[in-house]
């Protein structure tokens, strides 16, 4: 009896030691057509209704060739936390831009855990849609390459996303995140297509990412902890930014912004470098621990830069005084070439001066020529060698 019992158990471990089947779901077996003009969205949505119930670890898969796509929303929560989106083509949006019109979001999840999206590319067509707001005309809003929110452990692996209408990817609301190897393209000009924004979200990181856009390379909204930037491309674009922070109508208490470093990137033409932007207003709040390190800028506008005075158009920042609090933010190992005389600009609030600034190593220079360094109501140390001459 008790050799039986010792078989049964051996084969229900081995039983439990083998991985799990991993079922695929070609989206071609629900309708979709690889010819650039049937919407995909209702074969999308089918196949992850499949995978999302799933008990064992699925694959959407996307083949190679060109599938138009209208929306596709992706709801959790599901059964299976293990869904792999397996992209070999190319999904693109309506050439139309009045089809996504002020929605915001193209491809978005919601409430999903353990998703992987791997390589292919998303085309958001938003050409027409910048020349509309180029031309002053009454334009929809547009929307969101791609968007997750209130989500966790997920991956972005290996995605090309070309002009999109605005955001490129943005995380909202998420836990734990990477994304990886991303390439992302727009024009230099184009109106808000910050590369990756990141907002309410924690445990994310952003590593070997090319981007080359209108607006911000990579934005960090309000809510934001744990935040991991490494060996990223910025040019052409805004730069890295913390920000904006403060605007009025977002509440008069900000989610704050800490723990978050950037380290071993490349600006190349860029509006900013590394950038604080926070609303002249009132708004209570703060930005603290954080880390810019080892980058190199490359005719770079605004190299290091902190403006607590934001406000374009002089609209509804009374005061022009911050409530946001800046602290502890240090930078170390930063040289290059500046496109403006002032290198380094620490422009701070006088109700919240920015304090435990810290400064090493840093080399910037002006046309081979001497840069200058700006502060106001800014206050910390500099060590090693710093160029231009620290003004804390």
């Known amino acids: 009896m008790a050799k039986l019992v010792i078989f049964f158990l051996f084969k229900l471990f081995l039983l439990c030691s083998l991985p799990r089947s991993n079922a695929v779901y070609n989206i071609l077996n629900y309708g979709a057509k690889a ?9 999308l949505l089918k196949a992850w209704a499949a995978a999302c119930h799933s008990s064992s670890p699925a694959t959407i898969h996307v083949p190679a060739g060109s599938f138009l796509l209208s929306q596709a929303i992706f709801n959790g929560p599901c059964k299976n936390t293990e869904i792999k989106f397996s992209i070999e083509g190319t999904i693109i949006s309506p050439s139309y831009y009045g089809k996504l019109g002020d929605s915001r979001e193209w491809i978005a999840f919601n409430n999903v ?8 590319n998303l085309d958001g067509r938003g050409g027409a849609l910048w020349t509309c707001k180029f031309d002053g005309r009454s334009c929809p809003t ?5 968007t997750f929110s209130n989500s966790k452990n997920i991956m972005i692996d290996g995605v090309t996303s070309i002009n999109s209408e605005l955001f490129h990817i943005a995380i909202v ?16 000009n184009s109106p808000n297509t910050d590369g990756i924004h990141v907002q309410m979200s924690t445990g994310v990181s952003i590593v070997r990412a090319n981007i080359k856009t209108g607006d911000d390379c990579i934005s960090v909204g309000p809510g934001t902890s744990h935040l991991w930037i490494e060996r990223v491309f910025c040019g052409p674009g805004h730069g890295i930014s913390i920000g904006s922070l403060g605007k009025l109508g977002d509440g008069l208490q900000v989610k704050g ?3 978050v470093t950037a380290k071993s990137v490349m600006f190349a033409d860029t509006q900013n470098g590394f950038r604080i932007k926070t609303w002249g207003t009132n ?18 506008q605004n190299p290091i830069i902190i403006d607590q005075n934001y406000c374009p158009g002089n609209q ?4 022009q005084n911050s409530g946001i609090e800046i602290s502890r933010v240090n930078y170390k190992n930063i040289r290059g070439t500046s496109a403006t005389k002032v290198a380094v600009n620490f422009d701070c609030s006088p109700s919240n001066p920015c304090n435990g600034i810290r400064l090493k190593d840093i080399k910037l220079t002006y046309q081979n020529r001497q840069a200058w360094s700006y502060c106001k ?16």
Not at 113 to 120: H, K, Q, S, W, Y
Not at 179 to 185: D, T
Not at 283 to 298: H, L, P
Not at 377 to 392: K, Q
């Open 377 to 392: 109501h800014a206050y910390g140390i500099a060590t090693g060698f710093v160029i231009p001459t620290s003004c804390l």
């Open 257 to 259: 912004v800490q723990n």
């Open 35 to 43: 010819d650039g003009q049937t919407d995909s969205a209702q074969p």
């Open 283 to 300: 708004a209570r709040g703060y930005v603290k621990g954080v880390a810019f390190a080892n980058a190199m800028m490359r005719n770079v």
């Open 142 to 146: 547009g929307a969101i390459s791609l």
């Open 173 to 188: 609301g998420c836990q734990g995140v990477r994304i990886q190897g991303v390439y992302i393209l727009a024009s230099g």
């Open 113 to 120: 855990e353990g998703v992987t999206i791997r390589g292919g």
């Open 316 to 319: 509804n920042c009374p005061g």
